[in-house]
């Protein structure tokens, strides 16, 4: 794929960003709430954004008597910069981040997991097979984040050492994926939709964190909008869970569409996209939550005063 294309991707997203925030609520159906509580949750352009997505579409977040606002963001630097300014009651984020909030002095708690995958390819002229054939190889991804969080716990399963292989930092996605298209590294860790992308174009499915165990990615509200906005909160996830219900049980075909829309795949893609299978709000394990911890400890990203108590609220879970 060309970087015009990327940028063109990054169009899209923009463009949705401005849609979701500027559509005005649907009135409410006979015997259904009036719609009146608001919260703004920034999204980022990947998968686990999908059951939000139909959570607003089918109106389900309505049924729960909820405005919900949602702000779109091209990157996590922008998301984060949201939400600290205080533009955003909750995000999509990752553990790791949420260890970096809590070690700058920002309150969040995660309150839920969601199902965002991370893929790690090799560039199809790389020459790699294997994960074993790694060791020496250039590989792309974004420093002290969970792309490398995760990278390091793959390469930890697979019997790697880290620094066995060359970590080469590209912060920007599509950065990442152009420099592995044109052989200027040999593999990448990506998101979803950059990863399809690169498998497209002939790139090879090395891991995901999904087959490793690995579940990074959560959704998130500032314990200022827990404390205010408890009931909001719940609700959002009660709609949530009917949105993983919905999607878990009906043809991709009924709302390809919009995920095509929200996402940014290409065109081409209609009849090939796959989605996990979506779970209900459940927050991550404590195992889970110390791993991330140790690793950012390490780092120099988090204090090791940090305990897996304070990076959760389980004000979502039923």
Do not use: H
Not at 79 to 96: E, N, P
Not at 156 to 165: A, D, F, T, Y
Not at 185 to 192: G, R
Not at 253 to 260: D, G, K
Request: hydrophobic share 45%; aromatic share 8%.
């Amino acid at each position: 794929m060309k970087l015009s294309k990327i940028l063109i991707f990054i169009s899209i997203v923009s463009l949705l960003a401005s849609a979701l925030t500027g559509c005005a609520p649907a009135s409410p159906a006979k015997n259904e709430p009036e719609v009146k509580n608001t919260l703004t949750v920034g999204l980022t352009p990947a998968v686990d954004a999908i059951p939000f997505i139909i959570a607003k579409e089918n109106g389900y977040f309505e049924k729960q008597g909820l405005d919900i606002q949602f702000e779109v963001f091209k990157s996590a630097k922008d998301r984060d910069a949201a939400f600290q300014s205080g533009a955003l009651d909750g995000a999509l984020s990752d553990i790791v981040g949420v260890c970096l909030y809590q070690n700058g002095g920002f309150d969040v708690k995660i309150t839920s997991m969601t199902d965002g995958d991370f893929l790690f390819v090799a560039g199809k002229d790389s020459g790699i097979q294997s994960m074993q054939a790694l060791k020496g190889k250039k590989v792309a991804l974004s420093e002290k984040t969970v792309i490398e969080y995760t990278l390091d716990k793959m390469l930890e399963k697979n019997g790697i050492k880290p620094e066995e292989i060359e970590k080469v930092a590209i912060p920007a996605i599509p950065v990442r994926l152009e420099m592995l298209k044109n052989n200027q590294v040999d593999a990448a860790l990506l998101p979803e939709p950059f990863a399809t992308f690169a498998l497209k174009d002939g790139a090879l499915l090395l891991d995901t964190a999904y087959s490793e165990g690995m579940f990074p990615a959560v959704s998130v509200f500032t314990q200022k909008a827990i404390d205010a906005k408890g009931k909001e909160i719940s609700a959002f996830y009660a709609a949530y869970d009917e949105a993983v219900e919905y999607v878990n049980k009906t043809p991709i075909a009924e709302y390809e569409a919009i995920v095509i829309k929200t996402i940014g795949y290409p065109e081409d893609m209609k009849g090939k996209i796959e989605l996990p299978e979506y779970r209900k709000t459940i927050l991550p394990t404590d195992s889970e939550l110390a791993a991330a911890i140790d690793w950012a400890v390490k780092k120099g990203l988090a204090k090791d005063t940090l305990k897996p108590s304070n990076l959760v609220n389980d004000i979502g879970v039923k």
